[in-house]
């Protein structure tokens, strides 16, 4: 009798252990599968950051966008050095000293903002200062309006995204200051838009895809300008939420000239993570490691979401790992008992 109940003792605690083994192998599968064997935000930006962000590196791209006319990157790859503890040389932080002197800065302000204004043409942060003051007084998305539906007429080449960008901004000011400035936030998402497009910042795949959502909108004969307008702003309404939260962390040309990074509406989720953890530095890293940061920085967001979402089935797994450890003490005491019996 005692001989049988310790064998069936022995290949019950064996079972518990091979159930709790499995355990340990589905759930690391399971989180293999789910992150996509990739490490998290931290580590990931920081080894990236340690191999692509040399000194030499850093002072080229700094040089380069000071000789392009980009203070703004140059500052970028500025702040970066001096955050990873390898300063720029003298030299280049004295020609961006220069670059950023308030008369230097009025003059490049003062030129690209009446451009930007008249002309809805984007070359620098000032233009585009300029390009978005034109479309909040609605002056830019009329001339837009214009502009393609004259392209139309005459059979040449033309952006229906414009075109539908331009519309719905019509409808958005209009709101803008119907409610006293609570559809503000909508106005930025689509000059922004707007911008990326026409400056060639916009992917081709985010405009297929944003084309795509405008183009779900239906419209009548019946309907006059203002309600397709507002139609082609609800379609998009996620993709001008998450640029305002973008701009509000890098600032209005940042946030169109991160554009290119974005392959379509659904990863501005990403950017707006990544440029509200890097700041004015969010191009700087992006263009020393390309999409790979923003893939990165997504892999630790779903981690974060993966443990908050399935929380009480961690503990209970945590639960059944201790349950077993302690169970197996309790089979070899119950083993030993028996066996004496």
């Known amino acids: 009798m005692g001989a049988r109940a310790v064998k069936a003792i022995d290949w019950t605690s ?19 599968s789910d992150f996509g064997w990739t490490v998290p935000l931290e580590v990931a930006i920081e080894r990236g950051l340690s191999e692509a962000a040399g000194p030499d590196r850093l002072d080229a791209k700094a040089k380069a966008a000071l000789d392009a006319d980009d203070v703004a990157l140059a500052r970028g790859f500025a702040d970066l050095a001096a955050e990873l503890k390898r300063p720029l040389p003298a030299e280049t932080l004295a020609r961006l000293a220069e670059a950023e002197a308030p008369a230097a800065v009025a003059m490049r302000n003062a030129k690209g903002a009446a451009r ?9 942060s000032a233009s585009l200062a300029g390009a978005l003051a034109a479309d909040l007084t609605v002056i ?3 001339r837009d309006i214009a502009r393609e539906s004259a392209k139309i007429a005459r059979g040449e080449e033309h952006s229906n995204l414009i075109l539908g960008i331009a519309t719905a901004g019509v409808a958005v000011t209009a709101a803008t200051y119907a409610t006293a400035g609570g559809a503000a936030p909508a106005r930025f998402g689509l000059s922004v838009l707007k911008a990326a497009r026409r400056t060639g910042a916009m992917t081709a795949e985010f405009a297929a895809d944003l084309g795509r959502r ?6 009548r004969e019946a309907d006059d300008a203002a309600s397709v307008g507002a139609k082609g702003l609800a379609a998009i309404s996620g993709a001008t939420t998450e640029l305002r939260a973008v701009g509000s962390a890098v600032g ?26 890097f700041g004015t530095r969010s191009r700087a890293v992006a263009e020393l490691m390309g999409r790979a940061s923003l893939r990165a920085f997504r892999t630790s967001i779903r981690l974060s979401e993966m443990l908050m979402k399935h929380l ?3 503990l209970v797994w945590f639960g ?5 450890a302690v169970s197996n003490f309790a089979w070899r005491g119950l083993r030993l008992v028996v066996a004496r019996v």
């Open 14 to 32: 064996r079972g518990c252990r091979a159930a709790l083994a499995g355990s340990v192998i589905l759930v690391g599968a399971g989180i293999a």
């Open 116 to 124: 930007g204004f008249a002309t809805g043409e984007i070359e620098d």
């Open 140 to 142: 830019g998305d009329v």
């Open 214 to 219: 405008l183009a779900r909108v239906g419209t």
């Open 252 to 277: 209005a040309a940042e946030t169109v000239r991160l554009m290119k990074y974005a392959r379509n509406v659904d990863e501005l989720s990403d950017m707006r993570r990544f440029a509200q953890r």
């Open 312 to 314: 009480i089935g961690v």
């Open 320 to 324: 059944s790992l201790l349950a077993g």
